[in-house]
């Protein structure tokens, strides 16, 4: 085998030169000549139809073989490649033409060559095709080079590249926003369920404390402050917080620039932002923290501020922007609660307050009377119940003017929730009455209360204009469930009927409920035994040998208990007498029981206690039941008797006192 330098001393050859060196290179039999030409011709046409040019230098660097191919590949003309061309003036050729290669891809390729290394090399051609040379070397030294154009094949990869970043943006932002609306859903369900607490809340205590739990759960990493404004709406008051104790008492409200400007103020450390004024900044004035101050406004009237500070190592960019705006809406529904809660309270304290002295009016006094029966039944504590009004309150009228006696209702309210310290609860009836309910207070207990009522009465002096409105004194009566009376409506008659006879004793004074008391009704038990079925017997639903719950067993019945059975005794029904009817006598025993209370049903409990002595009057004996309560001879040459029928007030549950005795009050 001949080596390269050989090869370059004889200079360009023939293909069938070079044909012949190859077969003695590889060491293959000598061909025959006359099927050289043949075989050339058939390589030829194999080489021709192939896509890819095919290009074969030579070790010394020169062209030996070449196909049709490459001048199309390459954009080349016939002689500008050919047998015997160096691979230098070929690559100078390009150059010539426009052919753009990469000086550092091509010294690569330089000494890869010189390694007898395989290579690779991309032509730019001047239409802007891309060529790609695959260069392997052969076992004489030079190198057999294919030319296949990859500018589709290129552009197609950039494509794909350009097309797996796209769709690699589109998951990237598809991410955020689904991370986006799942972070919107939970807002949203946060904020549903803050609005469903606040909606159940029944003062603005309990909204409050709902408040900062709520966004001491909700917002991690956050200190939050809440104020609402006074009544008098010249301070903010401090309601509630949450992870800080630097809660002011009340704050000014032109101290924050929210409420200056009438809108939401972010605080940036690094913008162009000023601390309010509530704000303990620090000793060089800047605040290192954000924070958000929103005005908390319900239907166009602000009613408080929320404070919130947001931790920086926590809360940054775009989230610390999403905070921003969950604390705005938080906002928004907190203000809504706090306005509904107000209005609620605002419209039931209408409902239940008398306008003029601003105590409770008769409907909640009623409501309070069954609620403070029911109490007392449940506890066994006895219930008292204060009933007076104005002595001569019309006199007052007629000579000072509706005007004064409005001065003097209120001064009677004033005095008497100053002596009422002990929970009970006071309420105007209509007009110049009054009534009190004490609980736990026994009747002695209620008669001490009513005489400190009527000494400070007395001793209280009213004001009207330019003077001082003569003396004013009340009479009262006292009555006690249930020694008094077993319903809230009999308990009143009993407390006006001492009252009445307060009037006739000559007013002033504290008179007790006088005549026989209601039958009490039975105590509730404070735990009621719970009920169990006995297990039936199998196949009957019912067990023949066990005894029924409770009821023990009675033996043969009388003769006569059928007819007893058929026909019980009637039950009294309710007469229009106030006075007690006689029942039939139960187990030897009389028991006198009001016309307007129902029987009682249970055990039967002792009778109370008579009555102290300074409230103990005529009784009427057990055969006059019926009878009215009689009064005193004395009593009765003074003033007549109240009218057996008062007048009706329609609906209205409490009982009309009718005119007072004397035709006065």
């Known amino acids: 085998m001949r080596d390269a330098g050989a090869w370059a001393k004889e200079g360009p050859v023939s293909i069938k030169q070079g044909t012949e060196q190859w077969r003695e290179d590889w060491a293959m039999a000598p061909v025959d000549e006359a099927v050289v030409p043949e075989a050339l011709g058939i390589a030829s046409e194999i080489m021709d ?71 690779t090399l991309d032509f730019n051609l001047p239409d802007r095709r891309v060529v790609r040379a695959s260069a392997r070397p052969t076992q004489s030294g030079g190198y057999v080079v294919s030319l296949s154009d990859v500018t589709d094949a290129r552009r197609a990869a950039r494509d794909l590249v350009a097309a797996q970043e796209e769709m690699q943006a589109v998951e990237e932002r598809a991410s955020r926003v689904l991370a986006h609306e799942r972070a919107r859903q939970t807002e949203q369900s946060q904020l549903s369920t803050l609005d469903e607490w606040l909606q159940s809340c029944k003062t603005l205590d309990e909204l409050y404390m709902i408040v900062t739990r709520f966004m001491g759960r909700v917002m991690t990493g956050t200190e939050g402050e809440l104020y609402t404004f006074s009544g008098s709406r010249d301070v903010l008051d401090g309601v509630g917080s949450w992870a800080t104790g630097s809660l002011h008492s009340d704050i000014a409200p032109d101290s924050c620039w929210a409420l200056r400007r009438g809108r939401a103020y972010e605080y940036d450390p690094q913008g162009i932002c000023f601390v309010c004024g509530h704000v303990d900044p620090a000793p060089d004035a800047d605040y290192p923290d954000q924070y958000v101050c929103v005005p908390v406004v319900a239907h166009g009237d602000t009613v408080g501020l929320m404070h919130v500070r947001f931790d920086p190592g926590v809360w940054t960019g775009q989230a610390l922007a999403d905070k921003m705006r969950f604390t705005r809406q938080c906002a928004e529904h907190i203000s809504m609660a706090i306005a509904n809660v107000r209005l609620r309270d605002e419209l039931h304290d209408q409902s239940i307050r008398d306008p003029l002295t601003g105590i409770y009016n008769r409907r909640h006094f009623m409501d309070a009377m069954r609620r403070e029966m029911s109490i007392a039944d449940r506890r066994g504590t006895p219930l008292g119940l204060i009933s007076f009004d104005a002595d001569r309150f019309k006199d007052f009228n007629d000579n000072h003017g509706h005007d004064a006696g409005d001065a003097v209702l209120r001064a009677l309210a004033a005095v008497t929730l100053e002596v009422l310290v002990h929970g009970e609860i006071c309420c105007r009836v209509g007009g110049e009455e009054f009534a009190v309910l004490l609980p736990g207070r026994t009747l002695a207990q209620t008669h001490a209360v009513a005489l400190r009522l009527c000494e400070a009465v007395a001793a209280m002096g009213v004001r009207y204009a330019d003077g001082v409105l003569p003396q004013v004194t009340i009479s009262a009566g006292v009555a006690e469930y249930p020694v008094s009376a077993a319903k809230p409506e009999a308990l009143i008659k009993r407390a006006d009927e001492a009252l009445y006879r307060a009037k006739q004793e000559g007013r002033n004074r504290v008179a007790g409920h006088d005549g026989a008391p209601d039958a009490a009704p039975p105590r509730r038990p404070a735990r009621p035994e719970p009920w169990h079925e006995p297990a039936p017997a199998m196949g009957t639903g019912v067990s023949d040998d066990a005894p029924a719950r ?51 049903e249970g055990p039967e409990r002792p009778r109370p206690s008579a009555p102290p002595a300074f409230l103990r009057g005529p009784v009427p004996p057990r055969d006059s039941a019926l009878a009215p309560p009689q009064i005193p001879e004395a009593r009765a040459a003074a003033s007549p008797a109240p009218p057996a029928a008062p007048r009706s007030l329609g609906a209205d549950p409490l009982p009309s006192r009718g005119p007072r005795p004397g035709g006065g009050t």
């Open 550 to 600: 409770g009821l023990p067993s009675a033996g043969p019945l009388p003769e006569d208990a059928g007819d007893a059975l058929a026909d019980p005794p009637p039950r009294p029904t309710e007469l229009a007498s106030a006075g007690p009817v006689p029942l039939p006598e139960r187990g030897g025993m009389a028991a006198p029981r009001s016309g307007r209370d129902p029987p009682s």
């Open 49 to 119: 139809v192939m896509e890819q040019g095919i290009v074969v230098w030579s070790a010394a660097g020169l062209c030996d073989l070449h196909n049709a191919r490459v001048f199309d590949v390459l954009g080349l003309e016939t002689g500008d490649l050919g047998p015997g061309m160096s691979r230098e003036a070929f690559r100078a050729r390009l150059h010539d033409l426009g052919v753009a290669i990469d000086p550092e891809a091509e010294a690569t390729a330089g000494e890869r060559i010189a390694d007898r290394l395989p290579y």
